[in-house]
């Protein structure tokens, strides 16, 4: 015997496997007498203590290894030189040796033996270091390894068969491109993910470039059939079973139609199927998605074009309705077959984990483009950073999904069996609890229902039906009762009864409402799938307007945007699947028409209601650049079209979150302005960014600017500048650079001031133009010197010239509420400077006051109430505008006094630097302050309800005779005012 009884130490093995132990050394030391090699036997016998627990641990263990040592026990000897057994060798090492072996083989038997040799030999490395863990090794290093092997194999295995086949076949006719042609070979399932088990399957997608025939062979092949034919050798060479085993089992099962349908097709094929015929389940199994070999880039290419079917622009609700169903029928099976101990499948196993993870993907992978991995582990990592999972469900689930997986792996190491149905034999038991460190099953059985416990709960939380977590409210009719309602299966009495006990003032309208929107053409001709959701939401919105305080105004506000989402039933699953958005839907939409109109023209913008936390608290500025920032850079930066569509949706979800608070009454006035102002700064930033790149790829820069920072500015007026937007407010803007001369550096050359005034009009292109999410701005630059007449962009000599020489009053008074809102800050400082010096000249206060009242009173004429009966709080006398006036006026009188005065554009702080510089008592100060924030606060108020900003001619008296008394007293004396009139 080469081998003697204590060459397998024992003292680490449980005595119950001391048995098995002593088994396998018998097995070896007979395959080592029977060895033709006689440096062999001698190898095994000079292994190290450390070598021989090792291999103890491995061959009691996995019947698999010691079947493979015993058939070649030199293979031991070759992987310890390699230093296999303590690392994974590169791929490219893996590639190497495949590629050596496969030089020799000469014909198909060849390929065969050589590709199920070289598995076997990595195998066993494999399952050594898995199951005895060097330093710092853990499950993924397995996948990784496993996921390495198989796409080597692939890969060489493609190549030989190419090569072999190409005297007959030939090969494909290049791409129109004129780039070589090869079959795509898609992984699919967790070989994309780069997480194969120890004995999986291997799932693949074959595809090729475009349609055409094959060159210089013996016979000429079409595209199609040529890959078939090529696809079919390589599923042989990979799992037909001989007499060295298989390689790898194939799975073609998830290509379009299944086994009925095409081995292989083309790109337009393929993408034409998924977009008319893709399935839910294919859009699930899609996101593993991965070119594993063959043409890696072209396949690359494919998934990008199927990117859409997998991931949608919205938050994609339905999807959890799918993976339910998915589930339910998985379920089924188990119980069907008695699989409850089946530790993929069944409760709380590994595909409930995968569910997990898989439909926060689907839901969010469309606008959470980091969401876009095919590694289970690498998205679930990214759920906490998105607010999709708490830190602690990542950290409980993380480790105990870890543990399945070696679990399965200790199954499957037994016998190289794909299997994940845990052992019934005491004896694979015992192998099964060695391998995963336990003392005994009792051990492993307590750990898998802790674990098992734990992924029930999360996977409940995220994937269980909604319904379940409504309580009945026995003041109000159940959700059965609404769901008869909503199919018109009461009759009307007791339809409107039941109406009028959830709170409805008219229920009779009410109820015609429903009716008609059931009947209308438009619910009637949904499809299947949209009509179950729009049947499974409508009672729970039901239910949800009995308990809001106002349901006939909430009922009509909502219904529009349920008739713009009858086509889009993913947002019908949104409110179906979380309750609580229904909620704040009714509640911000019977508070303001403005919201709901929003709502209905942007349904995206239904996202928002998932987060209450954000949606009642709006981020300030830093934090609203920095959302943006991460938003745009999930774009390609060339793709302008998605870019555009990001700023809208942007724009349009932050307004939300303002106005959401401001009906909540959660912000202060002044701060709904701030926040308002905040992002549109923030968006002319990423607009002035956008054009910028643009104007530099197409034109270079001018001489002596950096390429990275815009040499420009953004000036912001009126309302904009004043830090005073409205919900509907325009922004009015003056575009400035530093008078640069001479032509861009660029392959298309331009002079510089052709490329500022390209730049300007490329910024209000991005503002303007109108895609699916509407526009961002509408943009006034008649603020601009010499108006509509001037230049779009102007150099800030020119503009400081214009300012000194030939700017009207009502110029200067405009640029009392100006301000820098982007651009570059030195030239920033330099703007600064020029607006001081031009509104703290010294004037002849006659001729200004004359000036200002002038202009008011042609205002009032044209803006103001054409009746004595209302009060128009902006422009007529005594209202918003007559305040700003006041402070415009100021500022031009006193700021060659009161410099203080030249540093704000806010009307709100300039009366308080009034009150500080003594100009202005306190208490009239005071007075003008809340005068003006209440009106303001009516404008804000009006755009949200939809109304006017004027009230009966009675109301804010006492404001209106305070504005008015300071108005009399600075501008225009009683006596003059009743002359003008």
């Not at 030939?170 to 090869?182: H, K």
């Amino acid at each position: 015997m080469a081998l003697d009884n204590d060459f397998l130490p024992l003292n680490d093995l449980p005595a119950a496997l001391h048995e098995t132990a002593e088994q396998a050394r018998l097995r070896l030391a007979e395959a080592l007498e029977h060895d033709l090699d006689d440096e062999t036997p001698a190898v095994w016998q000079a292994l190290p203590a450390s070598r021989r627990a090792a291999l103890a641990r491995t061959v009691t263990i996995s019947n698999f290894a010691l079947d493979v040592l015993v058939r070649t026990p030199a293979l031991l000897a070759e992987l310890i030189d390699a230093g296999e057994l303590d690392a994974a060798p590169a791929g490219a090492v893996l590639a190497r040796r495949l590629g050596e072996a496969l030089a020799a083989a000469e014909d198909e038997a060849a390929l065969y033996r050589a590709v199920r040799r070289f598995r076997q030999a990595r195998m066993l490395a494999i399952i050594w270091r898995d199951l005895n863990r060097p330093d710092g090794y853990d499950v993924w290093d397995t996948t990784a390894a496993v996921t390495a092997l198989a796409e080597v194999t692939l890969e060489a295995t493609l190549g030989w068969l190419e090569a072999f086949y190409a005297p007959r076949w030939g090969r494909p006719a290049p791409c129109e491109d004129g780039s070589a042609q090869r079959l795509v070979v898609l992984g699919m399932g967790k070989l994309g993910a780069g997480e194969l088990n120890l004995s999986s399957d291997i799932d693949l997608i074959f595809a090729y470039a475009e349609d055409g025939e094959t060159r210089g062979g013996r016979k000429t092949l079409a595209h199609q059939e040529y890959f078939t034919k090529l696809g079919q050798k390589l599923i042989a060479a990979l799992d037909n079973v001989t007499a060295d085993g298989f390689a790898f089992r194939v799975d073609m099962r998830l290509r379009p139609l299944g086994d009925g349908g095409p081995l292989v097709g083309s790109f337009a094929a393929l993408l034409a199927y998924y977009q008319d015929q893709g399935r839910e389940w294919e859009r699930y199994a899609m996101l593993k998605a991965r070119p594993v070999a063959g043409d890696v880039a072209g396949g690359a290419a494919l998934l990008r074009g199927l990117r859409p079917f997998v991931y949608r622009k919205y938050l994609d609700f339905g999807a959890i309705e799918s993976l339910r169903g998915l589930k339910t029928m998985i379920h089924r099976e188990v119980k069907r077959r008695s699989m409850e101990n089946n530790v993929k499948l069944g409760p709380g196993g590994i595909r409930e984990v995968e569910f997990v993870v898989q439909a926060f993907q689907l839901i969010r992978g469309g606008r959470d483009t980091e969401l876009q991995q095919t590694s289970l582990r690498a998205a679930l990592v990214r759920l906490p950073a998105l607010d999709l999972l708490p830190q602690e469900a990542v950290d409980e689930l993380l480790p105990d999904y870890a543990f399945l997986r070696d679990l399965e792996h200790a199954l499957q190491a037994l016998d190289d069996r794909q299997t994940q149905r845990l052992p019934e034999e005491a004896l694979a038991r015992e192998q099964v609890a060695l391998a995963l460190g336990y003392d005994g099953w009792e051990g492993v059985m307590a750990r898998l229902g802790e674990g098992r416990e734990r992924i029930q709960h999360y996977f409940d939380d995220v994937i269980a039906e909604p319904e379940e977590d409504v309580e009945d409210d026995s003041e109000t009719p159940g959700l059965e009762q609404w769901r008869r309602l909503w199919r018109g299966e009461l009759a009307a009495e007791d339809a409107e009864r039941r109406l009028a006990e959830a709170g409805f003032d008219d229920p009779a309208a009410a109820r015609q409402r429903l009716e008609r929107l059931h009947q209308s053409r438009a619910v009637q001709s949904m499809q299947a799938i949209g009509f179950e959701r729009l049947d499974a939401l409508m009672p729970l919105l039901l239910d949800a307007l009995a308990h809001n305080p106002t349901p006939d105004a909430a009922l009509p506000r909502v219904q529009p945007l349920i008739e713009a989402v009858l086509r889009r039933t993913a947002y019908l699953a949104l409110l179906r699947e979380n309750p609580q958005a229904l909620e704040h839907l009714m509640r911000l939409c019977a508070a303001s028409p403005w919201i709901a109109d929003q709502l209905a023209r942007y349904p995206i913008l239904l996202d928002e209601l998932l987060t209450p936390e954000s949606l009642y608290t709006p981020a300030n500025k830093a934090r609203l650049a920095d959302e943006l920032r991460q938003t745009l850079n999930r774009l390609p930066e060339d793709d302008e079209e998605a870019q555009m569509e990001a700023l809208r949706v942007f724009k349009h979800a932050q307004t939300l979150h303002v106005a959401a608070s401001d009906i909540a009454g959660t912000r202060h006035l002044m701060k709904v302005s701030d926040y308002l102002t905040y992002i549109a700064e923030v968006i002319l930033d990423a607009v002035l960014a956008m054009a910028w790149k643009h104007m530099v790829r197409k034109h270079g820069v001018p001489p002596g600017i950096g390429r990275d920072a815009p040499d420009f500015l953004i000036v912001g007026y009126g309302k904009l500048g004043g830090i005073e937007l409205g919900y509907g407010s325009d922004l009015d803007l003056v575009f400035l650079h530093r008078g640069t001369r001479g032509a861009t550096d660029g392959r298309r050359q331009v002079d510089a001031s052709v490329f500022f005034t390209r730049l300007g009009q490329r910024m209000i292109h991005l503002l303007t133009a109108v895609t699916p999410a509407g526009s961002l701005y509408e943009v006034d630059m008649r603020l601009r010197p010499s108006g509509n007449a001037g230049l779009l962009v102007t150099s800030l000599p020119a503009f400081a010239d214009y300012q000194r020489q030939n700017a009207w009053t009502w110029e200067h008074q405009a640029l009392v509420r100006a301000r820098v809102v982007a651009g570059d800050a030195a030239l920033a400082d330099d703007f600064n400077a020029v607006r001081k010096e031009v509104l703290g000249r010294p004037r002849d206060r006659r001729a200004l006051r004359d000036d200002v009242v002038r202009m008011r009173h042609r205002m009032r004429a044209h803006l103001g109430s054409r009746t004595r009966d209302t009060f128009d709080v902006k422009q007529d006398a005594g209202g918003m505008i007559d305040i700003e006036f006041l402070c415009q006026y100021a500022v031009l009188a006193l700021g060659i006094e009161a410099p203080a005065l030249l540093a704000y554009s806010d009307s709100v702080r300039i009366l308080e630097t009034l009150a500080e510089s003594g100009h202005l008592p306190d208490d009239e100060a005071g007075a003008l302050r809340e005068a003006y924030l209440a009106y303001r606060s009516t404008t804000h108020r009006a755009a949200l309800t939809g109304d006017k900003p004027r009230m009966a001619a009675g109301a804010f008296d006492g404001h209106r005779r305070a504005v008015q008394a300071l108005w009399e007293r600075f501008l225009e004396p009683p006596a003059s005012a009743g002359e003008q009139a």
